[in-house]
DNA sequence: GAGGTTAGTGACAGCCGCTGACACTTGACA
DNA sequence: TGTCAAGTGTCAGCGGCTGTCACTAACCTC
């Protein structure tokens, strides 16, 4: 119980463990994949007992998501950090986009960037993880709406359109992630276009003819038209 | 007379073991919580061996889930039904006004309504139960997505809007099932009228300002739970 | 209907994730 | 330097889940 000005001795032996518990499970698990590694492995590793491991995460999952976290705060600080004169869409989608050029540092302080965006691939391929990330970004959906509530001076629970415009807008990013995943470009370029792409079908995909051109500018045709900025890669 | 329609009686036998696991899980999953049952629980019940309902179930969480099963193949039966000349966008939702009228006789085939409704309950506030959840839901919007695409004549992998569309739609409506949940009135018309009311935010919430009215043709409107005209009641 | 075939099951052993209990080591602080 | 508490290791044990194998019962053929 320290104060939190300065971390202490054994502060920092806990915070070293930590880390090391999460580099040695985030390379086990995207190189032998997260099923197959233990926690025995896990632990070996790093020697430590398998209690110690326990003691930390709650699960060999929380291991798995423990750089998500920190992205995900991160997140949610700069939509806090939005201009109040934005609408809440917009204040969403510029904050995902402004967030890509300061994330790389923040994953880089924990643990390898190439890693984490390895991890990111094992869990959209993991159902066991998958199911979990789609849990906790419901837990930061709900975050987010209390947030937007808050900038707009509405009541979360008596007005639906916070949490509407956050599932919304959850929705596609889930499938802009997802897309990311699914191509070969991991830069930050790609994944800004791909925001952005998706996030401008909004409409189009709510307008009432898809057949008429009332809001895709490429229109579509029956076969493999390339429609607009998406540049989407293989279907694996 | 035996028609070859007929199962045969090592099929019926197998399909009554089936069924009775499910039920006596479901029962006492939501009699005594989800962690707290055991395996061991649920085959004595029903008088068979562990090694038995593992066959029947890759795992306990399936179990839970073997009535949404059947409810989510009915719902994508019942979009691939819509008329062809509706936009997508209106197909899903008919689709799901539509079905909360014939769903009920569905699962009652399988378990007593009330026990489904304590199971879906149950899910939303079981957190490994969600997480499941919301991963099979991914899967559903994936079947959902093409389609769509197939109605609309698209390529699901080059045109983002079926994904798109359908991700929208889903977000929204996962906001209902929990609204739902979370409430008191679980009758169907409670149900239908959160769909409706959710399903007309989105316009609303994607709106640039939120605090004058200028909404994507129907005006804002401050608490949700309101009833009356979803206007296109047509449910064919 | 006798006999061979195969699907379904039970019994057993064992791995792995995870937890409680308790004793021991070590940093913190007087 | 001695006391205290945080952190750790060890051990025992439960529950989910799987492989193996022998056995039973439904199916199929003659």
């Known amino acids: 119980m320290e104060t939190a000005s300065r971390p202490g001795l054994r502060e920092r032996k806990k915070q070293r463990t930590r880390d090391a518990l999460v580099r040695a499970a985030l390379e086990l698990f995207t190189a032998n994949g997260y099923e197959r590694t233990t926690v025995d492995e896990i632990v070996e590793a790093v020697d430590v007992s398998q209690r110690t491991f326990f003691r930390y995460f709650a699960g060999k999952e929380e291991a798995a998501f423990a750089v998500q976290t920190t992205v995900e705060a991160h ?25 890509w050029d300061t994330i790389g540092e923040t994953i880089e302080s924990v643990v390898p960037i190439e ?19 789609l849990r906790r970004q419901e837990g930061l959906e709900e975050q987010l709406a209390q947030t937007i509530a808050e900038r707009e001076g509405v009541d979360v629970d008596a007005d639906p359109r916070p949490r509407v415009v956050v599932a919304l807008f959850g929705g596609v990013m889930r499938l802009a992630g997802r897309a990311w995943g699914a191509g070969e470009d991991f830069s930050v370029a790609a994944m800004r276009e791909l925001t952005t792409s998706y996030l401008d079908q909004m409409g189009p995909a709510l307008a009432t003819d898809w057949r008429t051109r009332d809001g895709e500018g490429s229109g579509r045709d029956g076969g493999h038209g390339r429609s607009g900025g998406d540049g989407r890669g293989d279907t694996e």
């Not at 949610?76 to 201009?83: K, Q």
């Open 75 to 99: 997140f949610l600080e700069a939509v806090r950090r939005r201009p109040p004169h934005e609408a809440p869409s917009q204040a969403l989608r510029q904050a995902v986009l402004a967030n």
């Open 115 to 133: 890693l984490h965006l390895r991890t990111f691939r094992l869990i959209e391929s993991t159902p066991a993880l998958l199911a979990v990330h």
